[in-house]
């Protein structure tokens, strides 16, 4: 069975101190690791794909990386708008590969003070 | 704008009552799921949806329907089965299976 361990549970972090949230995952083939940010009250947002470890993708002050094991989210110089939950999934051959199934995390409140 | 629109954002059931739960997509999507959220959890998919009238259950499928006549269209129904039927409700579509899952904003039900 897939698992995704998402940690620290919450985060604060003033503005523009950098951090990283961790996503540890065990899967039967890893076909894929997302990454989603999370409003209050508002579905996720799509941020990244990776699919390989040594994977790197970046968008403004957001980079993921992709190891075999885990995947983490590093966040530079954070703003407060980037208060938010952010959550991570993984889709694997689990249930065959036609099947888009993802198992997530549970995810990490990151709050950013001014 | 392309998107995914669920509807209604609240919704309460009394006892022994089904409700339905709408999500419309006009992504072209061929892909469509749903998954229930509660708080400190991670999401759990109760039903997905491959192709136009087809769908296989998720982890969760016990206590709820859903149907899919159309290819915008996926709605989902909470039967009067479902004993613990308060969470946030979210649906997701995608290209295909392996595609990135976009969501719409939820529909948060709650027991009256």
């Known amino acids: 069975e897939d698992q995704v361990t998402q940690s620290p549970e919450a985060l604060r972090l003033q503005e523009g101190e950098s951090s990283s949230l961790n996503c540890s995952y065990t899967?039967?083939?890893?076909?894929?690791l997302f990454w989603y940010r999370q409003d209050p009250g508002k579905g996720p947002e799509f941020l990244f794909t990776?699919?390989?470890a040594g994977e790197e993708k970046e968008k403004e002050r957001l980079k993921a990386t992709l190891t075999k094991k885990e995947s983490f989210l590093h966040i530079t110089a954070p703003k407060p708008e980037d208060s938010a939950t952010y959550l991570c999934a993984v889709r694997s051959n689990a249930g065959g590969t036609s099947y888009g199934k993802l198992t997530f995390g549970q995810g990490t409140i990151l709050t950013v003070h001014p | 704008d392309g998107g995914i629109t669920q509807s209604p954002k609240y919704l309460f059931r009394k006892e022994g009552q089904n409700v339905t739960l709408s999500c419309e997509q006009n992504?072209?999507?061929?892909?469509m799921y749903w998954y229930r959220q509660d708080p400190g959890q991670g999401l759990r998919l109760i039903y997905y949806?491959?192709?136009?009238?087809?769908?296989q259950k998720g982890d969760i499928a016990e206590g709820y329907s859903v149907s899919r006549e159309k290819k915008e269209s996926f709605p989902l129904t909470v039967t009067s089965a479902q004993k613990n039927p308060t969470a946030f409700y979210l649906c997701?579509?995608?290209?295909?299976?392996?595609?990135?899952?976009?969501f719409g904003d939820g529909t948060r039900l709650s027991i009256l």
């Open positions: 949806s491959q192709i136009v009238n087809d769908f």
């Open positions: 899967v039967s083939g890893l076909r894929g």
């Open positions: 992504l072209n999507h061929d892909a």
């Open positions: 990776l699919y390989s």
């Open positions: 997701a579509s995608s290209q295909g299976s392996g595609q990135p899952q976009h």
